[in-house]
């Protein structure tokens, strides 16, 4: 991507980002309409909808050849990352928006030709933002995070989602409890975005999850690469942007390691 598009597209994404974020945080008292999608369990909310209808006004008017990919659905359709394609989780973290009122993100992260070139993951309650352009380093608020340094897994915090215990999860989980187990200790956050701007941090050192969306994972990508940790599927694939797929992210003095000892997918 072309040097000034770059900037002019990360300044306005991250504009846009915390606009985004004042927009909840002032009906954040207001009586909220929770429905379910695909379970009791999958929350949404209307200002889900309504932050990621700001974003697609927003990036319509100012980019209209731009692609959106949006967990709400309220763009098109995308089906080939050709051109820019902005990939936005408007709450990222509904459940603990719906129950805790903090502890949720606004991802978004900006492919284009196929390559993670920008991602922004807003702590809402925290007032922190994560941001990185890729080649420029990684970013929280105007602090650059440092380049993770080489760890081994008995030094490490390892953050996991209960989905890995469910009933009928095709993995071998006597092979996760050793991790668990060598591990110095494990995290559930339950917003996947703010788990990958942790790592990414340096607070913690890996992220597992069995299954996670497109806009869960981009807007953690760049900010991953640009600290020198790594985000591929479970089996060590690179993630295309797309599709719902198994996610290890990691800082790479362990990223491989996880993946042949301790991950079977069956
Ligand atoms: C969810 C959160 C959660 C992860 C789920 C995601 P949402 O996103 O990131 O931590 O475990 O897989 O679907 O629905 O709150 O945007
Ligand atoms: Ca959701
Ligand atoms: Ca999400
Ligand atoms: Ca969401």
Redesign the pocket.
């Known amino acids: 991507m072309e040097q000034s598009l770059k900037h002019t597209l990360h300044e306005q994404a991250y504009q846009w980002v915390l606009e985004a974020g004042q927009l909840i945080k002032e009906k954040m008292d207001t009586p909220l309409e929770v429905m379910t999608k695909s379970s009791p369990k ?2 949404v909310t209307e200002m889900d909808k309504a932050v990621e209808s700001f974003f697609l006004e927003k990036i319509r008017k100012n980019h209209p050849s731009h692609k959106v990919l949006g ?1 709400e659905g309220v763009g098109e359709a995308v089906h080939e990352t050709t051109g820019t394609v902005w990939i936005i ?1 408007p ?5 603990n928006f719906v129950h805790q009122k903090t502890n ?1 993100a606004v991802s978004i992260g900006i492919i284009h030709e196929g390559k993670a070139e920008i991602g922004l993951i807003y702590n809402v309650m925290e007032d922190t933002i994560y941001h990185a352009k890729r080649g420029e380093g990684a970013y929280k608020n105007d602090k650059q995070l440092p380049k993770l340094p080489e760890k081994t897994l008995d030094q490490c915090l390892i953050e996991l ?1 209960h ?1 890995w215990l469910c009933p009928n999860r095709r993995v071998n989980e006597e092979k996760l409890q050793q991790l668990v187990y060598k591990a110095i200790g494990t995290r559930a ?5 703010l ?1 990958l701007a942790f790592l990414a941090e340096g607070i913690t050192d890996a992220y597992l ?1 069995f ?3 497109p ?2 994972y981009a807007g953690g990508y760049v900010l991953l690469e640009e600290v020198g940790a790594k985000l591929t599927d479970a089996a060590g694939q690179p993630v295309d942007f797309l599709s719902r797929t198994t996610v290890v992210a990691a800082n790479t003095s362990i990223h491989q390691e996880i993946i042949n000892d301790y991950i079977e997918l069956k």
């Open positions: 999958d929350l967990e989780d709450i990222d973290g509904t459940m949720f989602n989905f956050y339950g917003s996947a975005a788990e999850t299954s996670l969306q806009w869960d």
